[in-house]
């Protein structure tokens, strides 16, 4: 069975930063596109970041220049770093890929648990 887990979350001030991680397992027979999203409270899940397997990237404007999605394809994991974070970044990120299992004939998009972020002081 293929999974998504993130870690990485947690509370920080203004200001401060985070890494979050997403780590794929299972029997995967590939990966292509992976990304990060958030949910804050009252809102819809929005596209933070996505990156394609081959590195390249695209950004959601309200964290362009702040955040940077990368991935490591050896091991199946996707990063973000979170700097200059601000009270409005809080909500909970979810992580994305479009995967195949071993087991299916086509890939198809999977989902992580979430991981909550919170910006405070």
């Known amino acids: 069975q293929v999974q998504l887990v993130e870690s990485g979350g947690g509370l920080v001030q203004p200001g401060g930063s985070l890494r979050l991680s997403c780590a794929a397992s299972?029997?995967?027979?590939?990966?292509?596109?992976m990304g990060w999203y958030r949910q804050a409270p009252g809102n819809q899940r929005e596209l933070v970041a996505n990156i394609a397997s081959g590195g390249s990237t695209n950004y959601a404007d309200f964290v362009k220049g702040r955040f940077t999605a990368s991935r490591d394809n050896a091991k199946n994991t996707l990063y973000l770093q979170m700097n200059s974070l601000k009270p409005e970044d809080t909500a909970v990120y979810y992580c994305?890929?479009?995967?195949?299992?071993?087991?299916?004939?086509?890939?198809?998009?999977?989902w992580g648990q979430g991981t909550q972020v919170t910006v405070s002081s």
């Open positions: 299972g029997s995967i027979f590939s990966i292509s596109n």
């Open positions: 994305n890929a479009f995967m195949r299992d071993w087991r299916d004939s086509r890939a198809r998009d999977y």
